[in-house]
């Protein structure tokens, strides 16, 4: 199946975001406070057209960010030395669908076209599958930290991918 992948939609890119996020507090999985998933929240100079939705057809399926910089998660990394992938989710009717790997493709491809051949991203560390799953797919744990952002605190487990 192909997908097509816009940065100029952020209500999709919301609307994706808060039903994934809804979904993980039904089923007891809660990853991000909802009412954190507003637009002060998740847009600024950092994330300005980084914010993405995976599209099947004409119809949303998941959302992701990449950015260049990010003195909050990564501030011991030079800006445009790496990208950093936050905020994926695939709504559930995708689930188990393997849109992972496009996302991903997708974000190295990004990254080449800028002369970077590494991919960071974080996860909490109490979620374990999630880890072993960013290790299938070919990401590398780094180092543990504990970040606080939007009145959450996280203890995460770092991952890179080089390529």
């Known amino acids: 199946m192909s997908y097509t992948f816009r940065n100029d939609r952020p209500d999709d890119f919301l609307n994706v975001l808060r039903e994934v996020g809804q979904w993980l507090v039904d089923n007891g999985q809660e990853m991000w406070e909802l009412e954190t998933l507003t637009p002060g929240n998740l847009f600024d100079k950092y994330t300005q057209g980084n914010c993405y939705v995976m599209y099947s057809g004409d119809t949303p399926a998941g959302t992701f ?20 992938i936050h905020k994926v989710a695939v709504r559930r009717q995708f689930a188990g669908q393997g849109l992972f790997q496009p996302m991903l493709d997708f974000c190295k491809q990004r990254c080449v076209e800028r002369g970077i051949r590494e991919i960071q991203l ?4 109490t979620r374990p599958a999630l880890m072993r ?3 299938r797919n070919g990401f590398t744990p780094t180092y543990l930290k504990t970040i606080e952002e939007f009145g959450q605190t996280f203890d995460c487990q770092y991952y890179v991918l080089r390529f």
Request: glycine share 8%; no cysteine; charged share 20%.
């Open 122 to 125: 974080e996860t909490d560390v």
């Open 65 to 84: 960010i990449l950015q260049w910089e990010d003195p909050l998660y990564y501030a011991d990394v030079p800006p445009g030395t790496a990208g950093f």
């Open 133 to 135: 799953f960013y290790e």
